[in-house]
């Protein structure tokens, strides 16, 4: 992958005073930057036109978060926790982030890291029951480690106390430095999945399916414990034959150790008016993610697949992972 290079600097004048701070504004000396108030309530950029967000996308927002609350979750962990980074430098054209036009679209990054390490470690320690925090809710952690440093950091400290477990997903594969960390096997790394197909056409930005599966097989060579998303799953025309094609895939280039105890996780695509208004003015030539005739309204101004589609999508899906991955666990379907 590119390194990322931001265009531009916004930050709020308080990150000076954390270590972190300090160290990315040095980073970037050479970079244009700007104070800002606050880093959810960027003025210049909210005003920007649709036709701008990709553009806004090569910004860098540094700032304090504020909030904290752990949000109970009872998927694939305990608790949704607000980490490091909100966002993201890809622009996958279905992203749920980018969830007020031109509010969420850049990557934020929160310097008071050690302010939620701390709160997630105390919460592990007092739990009578090993705990499992989703700290990647927000942001791809693994993009956003080659720009911070924070998941190196945070692998090595959390894995250290010794109890609890801490979890992300991601798309990309800049693993390396992840390799040789003393992770203890206290943290579950999920890969997304797409066919190539649906990575090159509508997942902008991020590794590509091959590279995701030999990061796959690095991680669980190097003792992660490793599960894999089919998400989102996306049901173009020819989506039957997109995803078998993928399974197949993945049952010919998995390694042995990850097939033996890989987990899964299905998440169908959902939409909204947001997606089709920046979408059509951002990326004109892209493909059209919504399809009126297998899609619904859901909430204010959300789509997702009509129930009787949803049920196809997912007995197929289902059929699949019996018959390439008889053995293997299915966390949830969404």
């Given at each position: 992958?590119?390194?990322?290079?931001?265009?531009?600097?916004?930050?709020?004048?308080?990150?000076?005073?954390?270590?972190?701070?300090?160290?990315?504004?040095?980073?970037?000396?050479?970079?244009?930057?700007?104070?800002?108030?606050?880093?959810?309530?960027?003025?210049?950029?909210?005003?920007?036109?649709?036709?701008?967000?990709?553009?806004?996308?090569?910004?860098?927002?540094?700032?304090?978060?504020?909030?904290?609350?752990?949000?109970?979750?009872?998927?694939?962990?305990?608790?949704?926790?607000?980490?490091?980074?909100?966002?993201?430098?890809?622009?996958?054209?279905?992203?749920?982030?980018?969830?007020?036009?031109?509010?969420?679209?850049?990557?934020?990054?929160?310097?008071?890291?050690?302010?939620?390490?701390?709160?997630?470690?105390?919460?592990?320690?007092?739990?009578?029951?090993?705990?499992?925090?989703?700290?990647?809710?927000?942001?791809?952690?693994?993009?956003?480690?080659?720009?911070?440093?924070?998941?190196?950091?945070?692998?090595?400290?959390?894995?250290?106390?010794?109890?609890?477990?801490?979890?992300?997903?991601t798309k990309f594969n800049m693993i390396d430095e992840l390799i040789n960390l003393q992770?203890?096997?206290?943290?579950?790394?999920?890969?997304?999945?797409?066919?190539?197909?649906?990575?090159?056409?509508?997942?902008?930005?991020?590794?590509?399916?091959?590279?995701?599966?030999?990061?796959?097989?690095?991680?669980?060579?190097?003792?992660?414990?490793?599960?894999?998303?089919?998400?989102?799953?996306?049901?173009?025309?020819?989506?039957?034959?997109?995803?078998?094609?993928?399974?197949?895939?993945?049952?010919?280039?998995?390694?042995?150790?990850?097939?033996?105890?890989?987990?899964?996780?299905?998440?169908?695509?959902?939409?909204?008016?947001?997606?089709?208004?920046?979408?059509?003015?951002?990326?004109?030539?892209?493909?059209?993610?919504?399809?009126?005739?297998?899609?619904?309204?859901?909430?204010?101004?959300?789509?997702?697949?009509?129930?009787?589609?949803?049920?196809?999508?997912?007995?197929?899906?289902?059929?699949?992972?019996?018959?390439?991955?008889?053995?293997n666990k299915i966390i949830y379907f969404s």
């Amino acid at each position: 992958m590119k390194k990322f290079i931001p265009k531009a600097i916004y930050y709020e004048e308080k990150i000076k005073e954390y270590e972190l701070g300090k160290k990315l504004l040095e980073k970037y000396k050479n970079i244009p930057s700007y104070v800002i108030e606050n880093h959810n309530n960027i003025e210049e950029m909210r005003t920007k036109q649709n036709k701008e967000f990709p553009n806004m996308k090569q910004n860098l927002i540094i700032g304090i978060r504020k909030t904290h609350k752990f949000v109970p979750n009872h998927k694939i962990s305990n608790y949704l926790v607000p980490y490091t980074s909100s966002g993201c430098t890809a622009m996958c054209m279905y992203c749920y982030l980018v969830c007020n036009y031109n509010k969420c679209a850049y990557l934020r990054l929160f310097v008071n890291r050690e302010e939620m390490l701390d709160k997630m470690i105390k919460e592990a320690n007092k739990s009578e029951e090993e705990l499992v925090f989703e700290i990647g809710s927000n942001s791809d952690l693994v993009l956003e480690n080659t720009i911070t440093g924070n998941l190196v950091w945070t692998i090595e400290n959390f894995a250290k106390n010794n109890k609890g477990y801490i979890t992300f997903p991601t798309k990309f594969n800049m693993i390396d430095e992840l390799i040789n960390l003393q992770h203890n096997g206290r943290v579950i790394i999920r890969m997304s999945m797409n066919p190539e197909e649906i990575i090159t056409k509508v997942e902008f930005g991020t590794s590509h399916l091959k590279e995701r599966i030999e990061a796959v097989n690095q991680l669980k060579k190097a003792g992660y414990p490793v599960g894999i998303l089919i998400a989102p799953v996306v049901l173009t025309e020819n989506w039957k034959t997109l995803y078998e094609e993928l399974f197949i895939t993945l049952k010919n280039e998995l390694s042995p150790e990850v097939q033996k105890d890989i987990f899964f996780e299905v998440i169908l695509m959902t939409y909204s008016y947001i997606h089709r208004k920046i979408n059509e003015e951002a990326f004109p030539n892209a493909v059209d993610l919504y399809n009126q005739e297998i899609m619904t309204g859901r909430g204010k101004g959300k789509y997702t697949y009509k129930p009787e589609v949803r049920q196809e999508a997912e007995a197929f899906l289902q059929e699949l992972l019996k018959q390439y991955f008889p053995n293997n666990k299915i966390i949830y379907f969404s």
